[in-house]
């Protein structure tokens, strides 16, 4: 599997005008949580967009680049949750949780239908019930 680097920097300060300085940045606010203490970054969301533009979308395992300070290091995590601006529709605030590459996991993976159902070719409806399954699995095994 490809590894996914995701390159963050470590935020110090806090408060509504230094988040609105990183906004018009073009940046936006993150906060790394889980197996260590947890990390308030900055990271650009163009680059967050393209680590999750794969196959597995938000169950995509990154490894997050921290740079400054005593928190400098590179952590296994996935997305936990996204915000986005109602109106722009842009990322404004991204959560990431921690996890270990010999731990399992949970997921939630898609289901995929394919092909055409032989009631459905008889003229019968297909009512989908189920669209995702909970799996769990290590987090660079996904499928």
Request: charged letters at 20%; glycine letters at 8%.
């Amino acid at each position: 599997m490809e590894r996914t680097v995701l390159n963050a920097k470590l935020r110090t300060a806090s408060g509504k005008g230094v988040s609105h300085k990183i906004r018009a940045q073009g940046q936006i606010q993150a906060v790394c949580y889980g197996q260590s203490a947890p990390v308030t970054v900055v990271v650009d969301p163009h680059e967050l967009r393209k680590a999750l533009n794969t196959p597995l979308k938000r169950n995509t395992a990154i490894f997050l680049a921290i740079d400054g300070g005593a928190a400098a290091a590179q952590r296994l995590v996935m997305v936990k949750d996204l915000q986005y601006d109602p109106v722009g529709h842009q990322i404004l605030h991204a959560d990431f949780f921690e996890i270990k590459e010999s731990e399992e996991i949970s997921v939630d993976v898609p289901i995929q239908l394919n092909g055409k159902p032989k009631g459905v070719i008889e003229g019968g409806i297909l009512q989908v019930v189920t669209r995702s399954i909970t799996l769990k699995c290590l987090p660079l095994k996904v499928p």
